[in-house]
């Protein structure tokens, strides 16, 4: 098997980081999603934090 070209690891890398970047944006809606969620709900922080640990 050849080793990979110059181009091939950018391109890979490349590729990488929109998946990356995507996955951020999902993460962001999902995130907001649960604030508003919250914040409809009247929950503060301390209760929302203590539900977590």
């Keep these: 098997m050849p080793s990979p070209t110059s181009l091939s690891i950018k391109t890979s890398s490349v590729l990488r980081l929109i998946k990356e970047e995507a996955s951020?944006?999902?993460e962001t809606i999902q995130q907001k999603a649960t604030v508003e969620r919250l914040e409809k709900e009247g929950?503060?922080?301390k209760r929302y934090l203590n539900r977590l640990s």
């Design 24 to 26: 951020y944006r999902k």
């Design 43 to 45: 929950a503060d922080e």
